[in-house]
């Protein structure tokens, strides 16, 4: 009788082991019924940034409407905020601490600037509450965003890619194509991301046998950019290479080819929007960038993607758009498979933090993966500005 | 080098013209107008957004522009203006309401985008636009190393006679006359007869006027449209000129507006990038020291 006692308990401890494992799985599609998923995007919707900012957006939006009208994460509502940070520092920091502490957001998605990011993330990370940055290129993104302490954070995470695997990337495979022997360095010293730039150029170029004959250092408040290209020029270098945003790197390739300058381009992420390639028109033909995404790719991921951006805002997505997008796609992916209770937030963030690391999907970037450090493990596009206002493909680079 | 001169002496150009306007305000109302900035954005965006959006000719949309300009002067006037002069408020208080207005200018020019309030004036949000290829002549000299651009050395004739007429009619005008009468003493002046707000609402007009065609030619000439070019690229260089100049001196602001340009340009070739900025403002502060009055600070009670 005792032993008949035993295996009863002990069956009764096998199936109610296999039903927890069930709803663990997340296989049953409506464990979630009727809960939300908070989620706060701080993003550059006004001031400098906001030529990325709502670009950003507008992917976010998407991937949110698609999800919840195909029911949801496991039946859970996808409830997702914007918060413009006015692409200040200080603000984007107040927004985010409002985020996780007054609205409770499970996770948080941004800031759009490298130079936010720097006090946002610290933050999150001190309140255990994961973050994913969509945008943000610069050095001590992730895993150090304490820089200098250099002990990994664990709930930062970014799905745009650094600079300091784009960079190196783009001269790589212009070195390869063409062998040049000198270049000039243009960097916007008054930014992190243009001049953590600025700083990779000048660790990569020696691996290729180009000498980088002069760094030109400038401000993006300069009024007439002319001195700055009129040095480089004159020094008629093989390549210029152009770290900086917004509208400048145009500015540059208008002024060098309006000098008689008919050397070659290189830069970073600053070049991979349409605003970029249209303001440079016939000037920027052929500049190139390594970039996250490319607007021409046909698989699967990419195209669907593209054609319901078209369909829901009447113009094509950019890269920022494309990784706006995939950062929901993460998150509802990890929330998915990370077993939620919806009654303890500091759990449910921690879980949810778990389950990104192991994030394995296809995305409009390509397929996507964290690496061990939080950052992004993707394909690289190499493309060249069409003269025309787009971009061509000009090399694949898959993930090593 | 010669490349080098050319660069100082363009934006040198744009300098003086945008201080000039600064200038012109100071000297008759004893305030720093620091809306100006914001018309100077405000005369390039209407000018872009007239060809680009609304398929109008370049050269009306210059003169619509300059309008659009000099009407906002008359509303600096009325609105930042003119209410405080009534009660009589410190000039701080003025100083306060024009930034006022011009935060309010620029955040509407940024918030413009397609199918937004603002989209009749503005939609390309805070993005940096250009006027297309073909929208005017643009030929391209080379001579010897130099090359000279029509957009921008028509920046020079322009500047200059502007600024030699705007001479002649405060000099030898009777509105100019006017216009002096009210810098050297407001209530004198009415006393004499003359409409003392009528004065400095044409003051406005004429000094943003000024300001939005030299945010055209700063367009036109630089490829560089965007809500933040008056805050970002001329705002404190404009303040840099008419002290070097003399505040209110109109041959000042000339004066000082090519000088800065030489002296970033120079500190560029010679010192090298990082000194640039550094070399600009070093060269204010030693004015400052030396002869807080400006260049042309002997005439500081005979102003404008």
Redesign the interface.
Known sequence: MKRFNVVCWLVAALLVAACGSTSGGGSTGNSYSGKTIKLGAILSITGAGSVYGPQSWNGMALAVKQINSSGGVNGAQIALTKNDDASDKAQSAQVAQTLIQQEQDMALLGPTLSNSAVAVHPLAESLKTPILAVSTTGINIVPDCNFPSSTPCKYVFRDSLGEETAIPDNIKSYAADSHPKTGVLLVAQDDKFSSDGGTIVQNTVGQYNIQLLKTIKFNKAEADLSPYVTQAVQLKPDVIFITSLGGIPAKIMTIARTQGWTGQFLGGNGFNTATVSKQAGADGTGARSASAWYLGNTFASNADFVSAYKAEYNSDPDQFGAQGYTAIKILADAAKRANLTFTDLAGDRDKLRAAMETVNIQTPLGPFQFTSNHDVKQTVWVIAMDGQGGFKLVHQINAS | MD??IL??I??GS??ALFAVGYTLVFGVLDILNLAHSAVFMLGAAVTYSLVVNHGQPFWIACILGVAASALMGLVIEHVCLRPLRRRRAPPIAALISTIGLALIIV?AI??G?PGSFFAWLWVD??????FP?GTFPNP?W?VGDM?L?ASKVAIIPISIALMLVLGYVIRYTQVGRGLRAVAENPRAAQLMGIDVDRMISLTLVISSALGGLAGIL?GVA???I?P?IGR???EV?GLAVIVLGGMGSIPGAVIGGYLLGMI??FA??VLG??A??GVAFAALFLMLVLRPQGLFGAQLRERI
């Open positions: 490349q080098q660069n100082a363009f934006i744009i300098y955040a940024e918030q985008q949000g805070a993005n940096s636009v250009a290829a391209i080379h090359t651009e700063f630089l490829g560089d965007s933040y970002d690229n001329v260089r970033e340009v560029l070739v990038s990082n640039r900025g």
